[in-house]
């Protein structure tokens, strides 16, 4: 019953921003660990942003400060606002969680959405 959908991916050139959403379904993101994972082609999936249920976030040290994430609990919707993209961050990006308040590290992820396209362009 669970579903995640992400939405806002697109085509950028390096330095510009895009804002990603993950609307989740049946499943309350203030009460889980939620979490941003890419994978890029021919590459090894890795996490990219998790928070806990209590809005606490923690970051890949790949991303050097440029992604923030974020919820709206009324509207149980995910958002990752990436800034100062880098051809290195193209990827398909996904929305990912598990039950539980604790998120101390991007595994055993249950549900996951279908993911939303980033290309970045030099």
């Known amino acids: 019953q669970v579903r995640l959908v992400e939405s806002g991916g697109g085509s950028v050139q390096a330095g510009g921003s895009l804002r990603l959403s993950c609307t989740v379904s049946?499943?309350?993101?203030?009460?889980?660990?939620m979490a941003w994972f890419r994978q890029a082609p021919g590459k090894e999936r890795e996490g990219v942003a998790r928070?806990?249920?209590?809005?606490?976030?923690a970051y890949a040290d790949s991303i050097e400060g440029r992604f923030t994430m974020s919820r709206d609990n009324a509207k149980n919707i995910l958002y990752l606002q990436m800034d100062s993209l880098k051809p290195e961050d193209t990827a398909m990006y996904y929305c990912?969680?598990?039950?539980?308040?604790?998120?101390?590290?991007?595994?055993?992820?249950?549900?996951w959405g279908k993911g939303t396209l980033v290309t970045v362009s030099s």
């Open positions: 990912a969680a598990r039950s539980g308040p604790y998120c101390l590290e991007f595994m055993d992820m249950r549900y």
């Open positions: 928070m806990n249920s209590a809005g606490m976030s």
């Open positions: 049946r499943y309350s993101i203030n009460a889980n660990c």
